[in-house]
């Protein structure tokens, strides 16, 4: 069984993303559990959303405390929540950021991967410029970082689950696809970027 935990910020679509992507891997033919934690319910408030996938039917219903990996939706809350709590050594932290951050020692013994899901969302006119919303970008860099759920089926649930703007968010889904770079296991050497699939000299 796979736990992630999904860290956002209200009216960023963040619970929505977990479902859409729980929805997009039970078309695939996995087996899904997706659930929200809400501290203060207000826009912008820390928010916390988690999905279960495994092979076979999931009876497990606690809190997931121990993830296998975390998708950050807003580098910010790098600040105030500690996002790597919980998470299995090795594990993967898929950031939305433009290039590594600065507190690197942050994700010492963790796997980075690195999506400017902002820029994309605000190019596709998804939420604004204090807050644009990122969750179809990060849907479509998950599915780069992890092989799965395929793009297909991830685009089939943004165009089922998404209240507006359908177009744009299956295109940010896509070009967040092309474009998420994966630093691998932070040590104390800086990493160096690469697009997935590329092929490194």
């Given at each position: 069984?796979?736990?992630i935990r999904f860290?956002g910020r209200?009216?960023?679509?963040?619970?929505l993303a977990?479902?859409?992507l729980a929805k997009?891997?039970?078309?695939?033919?996995?087996?899904?559990?997706?659930?929200p934690?809400f501290?203060?319910?207000?826009r912008?408030?820390?928010?916390?959303?988690?999905l279960?996938?495994?092979?076979s039917k999931?009876?497990v219903?606690s809190n997931v405390y121990e993830?296998?990996?975390?998708?950050?939706q807003d580098?910010?809350?790098?600040q105030i929540?500690?996002?790597?709590k919980?998470?299995?050594p090795g594990g993967?932290?898929?950031?939305n950021?433009?290039d590594?951050p600065?507190n690197?020692?942050?994700?010492?013994?963790f796997?980075l991967?690195?999506?400017?899901?902002?820029?994309?969302?605000l190019?596709?006119?998804l939420g604004?410029k204090t807050q644009p919303i990122?969750?179809?970008?990060?849907?479509?860099a998950?599915?780069?970082?992890?092989?799965?759920p395929?793009?297909?089926?991830?685009?089939?649930?943004i165009?089922?689950?998404?209240p507006?703007?359908?177009?744009?968010?299956?295109?940010?889904?896509?070009?967040?696809?092309?474009e998420?770079?994966?630093f691998?296991?932070?040590?104390?050497?800086?990493?160096?970027?690469?697009v997935?699939g590329?092929v490194?000299?």
């Open positions: 069984m796979q736990e860290h209200g009216g960023q679509g963040t619970v977990s479902i859409a997009a891997f039970f078309q695939a033919g996995m087996w899904v559990q997706t659930f934690v501290g203060s319910e207000r912008g408030a820390p928010v916390e959303a988690y279960r996938l495994d092979t999931i009876y219903r993830p296998d990996h975390v998708v950050v580098a910010r809350l790098l929540v500690d996002v790597t919980g998470l299995k993967w932290i898929l950031l950021s433009p590594l600065k690197l020692e942050l994700f010492a013994g796997k991967a690195c999506v400017d899901a902002s820029r994309i969302a190019e596709h006119d604004g990122t969750n179809t970008s990060m849907m479509g998950f599915a780069r970082l992890f092989g799965m395929p793009l297909d089926t991830v685009t089939a649930a165009e089922h689950e998404m507006a703007k359908i177009a744009e968010n299956v295109a940010a889904a896509r070009a967040a696809y092309d998420v770079r994966e691998g296991l932070i040590g104390e050497a800086r990493p160096k970027a690469k997935i590329e490194v000299s």
